[in-house]
């Protein structure tokens, strides 16, 4: 099993800094990493599929890059809407795995 | 836009089965680019991914958790089915459905089931 794991598990940050949310793979998993968007008391939202391709809707202030086993998503110009927990997840082996998660905090 | 609901008792007994029913509305099940994912999220945790159905049957599940749990699918009720047998309160989550092509790119609500007695 492919194991996820990201970094930072909390940030608090300010509105308009630029944010960047890290995820390290157990093993290479070529491009097959995608990110979430969790808000309190609703189910995740995709936001960017295959570690840089932005899922439709998806405000451009939010971008992923990586490949193999290091990605990172990047939130420009942070906004209080932001505020969530973000989680990657692979799907390029099964069990198809997800991050332990990211809590943002705006201040 | 494709929607999908979750439904289902929010409240089940220690070593029953745990039966929920995901409606998919806005597409078709039976389409074949996609695989149909469920997903559990214990209250204040990370998310587990527990195994997902093709359209044609064919099913893949978490090896966690692959013998207590059936997916199934009723093309002609665009409908798919999670049954957890043998739940213990360890159980207790939010359960998701989603709609797969490796990214999940559409979610249900959510369903909390609590495992008590």
């Known amino acids: 099993e492919i194991v996820l794991t990201q970094s930072p598990d909390f940030q608090s940050v300010t509105p308009k800094e630029k944010v960047t949310i890290t995820c390290r793979a157990s093993?290479?998993?070529?491009?097959?990493l995608h990110w979430y968007q969790q808000k309190p008391d609703q189910s995740p939202k995709l936001l960017i599929k295959y570690a840089s391709q932005s899922f439709s809707g998806v405000p451009s202030r939010f971008s992923g890059s990586g490949s193999g086993t290091d990605f990172t998503l990047t939130i420009n110009s942070l906004e209080a809407e932001d505020a969530a927990t973000y989680y990657c997840?692979?799907?390029?082996?099964?069990?198809?795995?997800f991050g332990q998660g990211t809590k943002l905090e705006i201040k | 836009q494709v929607q999908l609901q979750e439904s289902g008792p929010g409240l089940v007994k220690p070593s029953q089965t745990l039966s929920l029913t995901c409606t998919v509305s806005g597409g078709s099940i039976s389409s074949g680019d996609y695989y149909w994912s469920w997903i559990r999220q214990p209250p204040g945790k990370g998310l587990e991914w527990i195994g997902y159905i093709y359209y044609s049957g064919s099913t893949y599940y978490n090896p966690s958790l692959k013998s207590r749990v059936t997916i199934s699918v009723d093309t002609s009720k665009n409908q798919f089915s999670l049954k957890l047998s043998s739940v213990t309160a360890a159980d207790t989550a939010v359960y998701y459905c989603a709609r797969a092509r490796y990214s999940l790119s559409y979610w249900g609500q959510g369903t909390l089931v609590t495992v008590s007695s």
């Open positions: 093993q290479s998993i070529g491009s097959s």
């Open positions: 997840h692979q799907s390029s082996s099964l069990p198809y795995t």
